[in-house]
């Protein structure tokens, strides 16, 4: 008989820490969805479309300057040349760039990335 209480005392200690052990398990696997987002919650934001401006400069003129543009006619920008073209993502103030040609088409090479408080300023 007490071999069948030590056998039945030590099937509920292996129960038990399986049990235990199954837990942490599922503890350890919450903890790494938390610090690591699996694959497929980013999946979902990858058809996402946004919308991307790059601004080389701006003008103002009147509506008669702007009829009398012709082929040819040169707009003069607020910006000097060889200065960063700005980056906008859905309208916000994201980056900044320079102008690059990749396979005889333009292209912008982002050389920086504005702060968190930066773009939360512009608007």
Known sequence: MADDTTTSAADTAESTLEKVAAAAGEVAAAAS??????????????????????EVGKAKMTVQDLLQLGQGSVVELEKLAGEPLDIYVNGKHVAR???????????????????????????
């Not at 969805?33 to 790059?54: E, G, W």
């Not at 760039?97 to 608007?123: C, D």
């Open 97 to 123: 760039g320079e102008a690059v040609i990749v396979n005889e088409k333009f292209g912008v090479r982002v050389t920086e990335m504005l702060s968190m408080e930066a773009r939360t300023l512009t608007l």
């Open 33 to 54: 969805a938390v610090t690591n987002p699996s694959r497929s919650n980013m999946d979902m934001l990858l058809d996402v479309n946004l919308h991307i401006i790059v």
